[in-house]
């Protein structure tokens, strides 16, 4: 009976003597070591089984002895090839009847497929790991490209406002330019007549020094224009700002023959960047200029202080079409214009509301379909 089952089992059995001889072993035992039954028979246990760490024999006698159960030992089975098959054994006293040690039964269950199953489960999350590494650099290499896509889409824009400014200031030199040659014009006249020109030199000499003077300046406002440097922030007059952009917008033939209407009021100044604030300007008076169409019309930008005077509020209000109820929240989108591709980027609107929220502040619009539209920011003074 003890035979039988033994001998069903489908781990290697090994019954042993004190002296570790084995004295019985089942099919099992063998077709696992490679010994035949009677090769088996010869053989210490200690031969057969071994350990990392101490003999398994002194650890599973002296266990055994002390009436433990030898529970899922780690160990080692060398079989006749010299092979080490990974085993786990457990091992109980077969008892004298008067109480004294006989022997031991050994069960060793072969864990090569347990261990295959952990490593190929540990090559499994090794590759999960790397997979989900590989996932993240990708994110990440995908989001460092659209934040460069996005600092270059920025600079696009900002290039845009600045060459529209620019085109404002060449205008303007050309204007001046004509009246130094107007004057040039008139002092060669009476040179070439004989004339005494020191009356007429006195009368235009005021104009020459302004026009030199203005020259002056708009030569250093292209160069700031063409290099516009890092964001430099000093306190800057607004009734100067909102001037000099409608100025160049006229000049640059960007306002049609439209009214231009400004209530400032005085002395009011904006620590911000300049060029920001004149991008911002150019934004959303050439937005109103496209929404007036060749229609006459009106556009209005006030700037007042708010009631605490710590900030200052600025609007660019228009008499044009207005924005339709569902597009007021899509215009601040990247992108989104209602304008033929060769007019309209998306961009103006999400890049002045991106300026304005950088200095602390907001950029809001009100809108009536067919009567007009308002945009307001506050800008810190
Ligand atoms: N003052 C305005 N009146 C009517 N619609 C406007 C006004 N300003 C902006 N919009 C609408 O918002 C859209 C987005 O404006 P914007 O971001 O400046 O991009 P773009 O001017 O290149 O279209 C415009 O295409 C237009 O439909
Ligand atoms: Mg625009």
Redo the contacts with the bound molecule.
């Keep these: 009976m003890f035979e039988n089952v033994i001998e069903a089992m489908v781990d290697a059995v090994l019954v042993v003597d004190v002296e570790g001889r084995i004295t019985l072993a089942n099919t099992a035992a063998t077709r696992i070591t490679g010994y035949s039954l009677d090769e088996l028979q010869s053989i210490v246990v200690s031969k057969l089984l071994i350990d990392d760490s101490s003999g398994l024999r002194t650890v599973v006698r002296r266990r055994i002895e002390e009436g433990d159960v030898l529970r899922r030992e780690e160990s080692w089975l060398v079989t006749k090839s010299g092979e080490r098959v990974p085993v786990s054994v457990t091992g109980s006293p077969v008892l004298k009847v008067d109480g004294g040690l006989e022997g031991i039964v050994l069960v060793a269950r072969d864990v090569r497929e347990l261990r295959q199953l952990l490593a190929d489960k540990e090559a499994e999350i090794k590759r999960r790991t790397l997979a989900e590494e590989a996932l993240r650099t990708a994110k990440n290499s995908i989001e460092e490209q659209l934040d460069q896509t996005r600092a270059s889409l920025l600079l696009a824009e900002r290039r845009a406002t600045l060459g529209t400014l620019a085109g404002g200031v060449g205008h303007e030199l050309r204007n001046i330019a004509q009246i130094q040659v107007a004057a040039v014009d008139e002092i060669n006249g009476a040179l070439a007549e004989g004339e005494d020109v020191t009356a007429l030199i006195k009368t235009v000499i005021g104009d020459l020094e302004r026009v030199g003077e203005h020259i002056s300046a708009h030569g250093q406002r292209l160069m700031q224009l063409a290099r516009p440097g890092p964001d430099h922030v000093a306190p800057i007059d607004l009734h100067a700002i909102v001037r000099d952009v409608v100025a160049m917008l006229r000049g640059a033939g960007k306002l049609r023959r439209l009214e231009i209407l400004t209530s400032i009021g005085d002395g009011l100044q904006v620590t911000v960047n300049r060029t920001r604030i004149e991008q911002i300007l150019v934004?959303?008076i050439?937005?109103?200029v496209?929404?007036?169409g060749d229609q006459p019309g009106t556009i209005t930008i006030e700037i007042q202080p708010t009631p605490d005077a710590k900030r200052v509020v600025c609007s660019?209000a228009?008499t044009?079409?207005?924005?339709p109820e569902d597009?007021l929240d899509?215009?601040?989108?990247?992108?989104?214009?209602?304008?033929p591709e060769d007019?309209?980027?998306?961009?103006?609107?999400?890049?002045?509301r991106e300026i304005v929220q950088s200095y602390g502040g907001n950029l809001q619009?009100a809108?009536k379909l067919g009567t007009?539209?308002?945009?307001t920011f506050d800008l810190p003074r």
């Design positions: 934004n959303l050439v937005n109103a496209d929404a007036i660019v228009d044009g079409s207005g924005i597009q899509k215009i601040f989108q990247p992108f989104f214009t209602t304008k007019r309209g980027t998306g961009l103006g609107l999400p890049v002045a619009v809108s007009g539209t308002t945009f």
